[in-house]
Structures are given as structure tokens and as C-alpha cells.
């Protein structure tokens, strides 16, 4: 599986954008998705994650009642709406494909990473 992370791009405080993650393949819709984020001088850390049907979601508490992770399997793609910008959201954006149909807050569970797309949030 290859991703391709794109909607990125400079927004102020209390803005939207919403991420998508293109995937290559015939194999999208057996996988768990996951979003991750990276800070500059920061770890990478779980954003928020779906399952293979898009019935379960998880989020990181920071995020909770802000982002929503939605995916359409027919496209092969998988959505991050994230509104409420804030600053500290400020990162570099990363889908991931895990190794089966559920997702997860490990960032090893993932086999597959697109390249990132980075989002800045202006004060």
C-alpha cells in the first residue's frame, strides 16, 4: 500500500482543513487507518485512528470533539476534518496503513506511512 497525505497549508486559530490520504492498491479496505502528527523538536503522536468499515474511531484526547476521521473505501481514501485550529496543532500530518482491520495508538502497529503534509496554525 502506498499513501499519499495531501490539505495541508497555513490557517489561523479557530480555522479548518480538513487532510486526505490517498491509497494505492487493492488492499485499502482491509486495513486499519491511522493519523499521526509531528512537531518540530517533538515525537510523532497518535492523532487518531479508523477502522476498516469506518464504524470505529479513536481519538487523542487533545484532538477529541475537534478532528473527525472518516474514510470512503471506494476511493481509497481517508479523511482528517479537523476544526478548532489551534497553535499547538501545528505539525506535520501522516496517515499510516496498519497491519489489519482495526486501528490503533501505536505508532508500530503501522506498516504503511504516506509522506506527511504540514499543517502551520497561526495565533
Known amino acids: 500500500v502506498q499513501l499519499q497525505a495531501s490539505g495541508g497549508g497555513l490557517v489561523q486559530a479557530g480555522g479548518s482543513l480538513r487532510l486526505s490520504c490517498l491509497a494505492s492498491g487493492r488492499t485499502f479496505s482491509r486495513h486499519g487507518m491511522g493519523w499521526f502528527r509531528q512537531a518540530p523538536g517533538k515525537e510523532r503522536e497518535f492523532v487518531g485512528s479508523?477502522?476498516?468499515?469506518?464504524?470505529?474511531?479513536n481519538y487523542a484526547d487533545s484532538v477529541k470533539g475537534r478532528f473527525t476521521i472518516s474514510r470512503v473505501n471506494a476511493k481509497n481514501t481517508v479523511y482528517l476534518q479537523m476544526n478548532s485550529l489551534k497553535p499547538e496543532d501545528t505539525a506535520v500530518y501522516y496517515c499510516?496503513?496498519?497491519?489489519?482491520?482495526?486501528?490503533?495508538?501505536?505508532?508500530?502497529?503501522?506498516?504503511?506511512w504516506g509522506q506527511g503534509t504540514l499543517v502551520t496554525v497561526s495565533s
Open positions: 499510516a496503513a496498519g497491519r489489519s482491520l482495526d486501528g490503533s495508538t501505536w505508532y508500530g502497529y503501522y506498516d504503511f
Open positions: 479508523i477502522n476498516w468499515t469506518g464504524g470505529s474511531t
